[in-house]
């Protein structure tokens, strides 16, 4: 734990300090050694919150990117059930930093108890598995609407570069074709359109996820992964042709959102635009 109460106040673990869980009430010291980040740790052997993972350098960091009355808030459901939020904002929104796997029936039963939920996952570990490709146009543009992407993957370099269809040019053979029933037509390179491209982008690139932990694609509630530098990636499906795709969220701006939206949903919804060069 990073934080304990000590007279009835959330601290941070000093040097021989004596507090009790927020959770469970248990007494609790510090651990405060000159080789281990500082925690706090139940007195006898207990485990008064199955989801609690061992913290890292990386959650730590994460959670003090938020003030420290929003770190880990314990979170009480109708019928009693309590377990302690990784972050809880003052709008409500939980965000739940998750280093290690997780099982779908675990992911689930936290989706279901915290309902408001955004999910940080640390992609370190498997970061050589993750290429992003493309920049794309933002969906929601006119250019997008009659774009039909070839899904990129590892050692497809012509897809990887950005290959699609016209919509507009299917139609004209088959009435009938939609964005989710198009699968061929004639071939397009984003050099094309890529100034048109540049202009309407904000964010979203194709991906491929070599090896993929299936159940973040299968997450009810965001997903964003954390790579290490100034940008998050959030997994999203483009539009109706089901293309799954990546979004880069600046940092800044995800943690300014989830202060201050009451939907974690509507996290990095209303957004800037951000540098046109980054990768």
Known sequence: MQLALVNEKKLEAFPKGRGFCPICG?????????????HWAHLRKRNCDPWWENETPWH??????????????SHVAEDGEIHRADIKTPTGIVIEVQHSSMTDAERISREE???????????????DNFDIYHMLPDPRSELAQDLVWS?????????????????SEA???????????LRGG?????????????????????YDWVRPRKTWLD???????DFGDEYLVKLEIYDESSLKC???VSKLKFVHDAMTESDAKNIATRFYPINKGQP
């Not at 139609?171 to 029933?181: C, D, I, R």
């Not at 997450?219 to 992964?225: E, G, Q, S, T």
């Open 113 to 127: 108890f915290y309902k408001n939920l955004v999910w940080v996952i640390d992609g370190s570990v498997f970061k």
């Open 60 to 73: 730590r960091e994460w959670k003090n990117r938020f003030p420290l009355e929003c770190r880990e808030v």
């Open 171 to 181: 139609v004209e053979e088959y009435p009938e074709v939609t964005k989710s029933t």
């Open 186 to 206: 004639r071939i397009h390179g984003i050099y094309d359109i890529e100034e048109e491209v540049t202009e309407s982008y904000n964010g979203y690139h194709q």
């Open 246 to 248: 990546i979004r880069l």
């Open 26 to 38: 248990a007494e609790a010291i510090a651990k405060c050694g000159p080789r281990v980040m500082h």
């Open 151 to 167: 899904k990129a993957k590892r050692h497809m370099h012509g897809a990887n570069t950005g290959i699609f269809f016209r919509l």
């Open 219 to 225: 997450a009810n509630c965001p997903v964003y992964i």
